[in-house]
């Protein structure tokens, strides 16, 4: 069970911020939210990941809302390289539980 | 370098053969995980293993095995009873557990004629 729902896919321009939602409504109190892209035919690739507060790195922005019940991730320029599958994930962290993915976000970055 | 390493990254097999999938992790990770991705598909999972010598099933076990006899190794059979075998593979591995996220290799694309 994927827990996450997620638009099938989604358009940006190149160069401008994509932002790609999650609802994760049942999210438990120690359960992390993740985000990976996968590019067609490889390996998925880790982006970011947070428990309640908005996390960035080199790569990205996660935004947790306030309850917890969705997130957003943020590709602030995207490039023709961010072109991938986009997936959200919860995973409880403390029994080591597996990581669930859904069908995810198909993004498309347009020049 | 450190990482997980699949191989071969194309396979192909006769229907009614098993075949095994190598997985291979340098990062001393004590999970491990398989997953099967279909065109167009999300990754469901197969098999998972937190540590040596225990594993448990994924929603998708029927027709495949897994063991994980060192704690870098967690090979996949895919078997005869499997019904439709050809699929991409994709295996990773992850600390226990903690906040920490979990490493994939490139996949092994299986096809059986």
């Known amino acids: 069970d994927a827990k996450t729902t997620q638009p099938p896919s989604m358009d940006c321009a190149e160069g401008r911020a994509a932002n790609l939602p999650c609802n994760h409504s049942?999210?438990?109190?120690?359960?992390?939210v993740y985000w990976y892209r996968q590019i067609h035919s490889q390996g998925p690739q880790y982006i970011i990941h947070?428990?309640?507060n908005n996390e960035t790195n080199e790569m990205a922005s996660l935004i947790i809302t306030e309850d917890r019940k969705s997130s957003t991730l943020i590709l602030p320029h995207a490039t023709l390289r961010d072109t991938a599958v986009y997936y959200c994930?919860?995973?409880?962290?403390?029994?080591?539980?597996?990581?669930?993915f859904g069908t995810g976000t198909s993004l498309t970055v347009i020049p | 370098d450190g990482g997980i390493t699949q191989s071969p990254k194309y396979l192909f097999r006769k229907e009614g053969q098993n075949v095994t999938l190598s997985c291979e992790q340098n990062?001393?990770?004590?999970?491990m995980y398989w997953y099967r991705q279909d065109p167009g598909q999300g990754l469901r999972l197969i098999y998972y293993?937190?540590?040596?010598?225990?594993?448990q099933k994924g929603d998708i076990a029927e027709g495949y095995s897994v063991s994980r006899e060192k704690k870098e190794s967690f090979p996949l059979t895919v078997t005869s009873a499997q019904k439709n075998p050809t699929a991409f593979y994709l295996c990773?591995?992850?600390?226990?557990?903690?906040?920490?996220?979990?490493?994939f290799g490139q996949g092994t694309r299986l096809t059986v004629v």
């Open positions: 990773a591995s992850s600390i226990r557990s903690g906040s920490t996220e979990a490493f």
């Open positions: 049942t999210i438990s109190g120690n359960e992390y």
């Open positions: 947070g428990l309640k």
């Open positions: 994930i919860v995973r409880e962290i403390n029994t080591g539980n597996q990581f669930y």
């Open positions: 990062l001393n990770h004590d999970a």
């Open positions: 293993s937190q540590i040596v010598n225990d594993f």
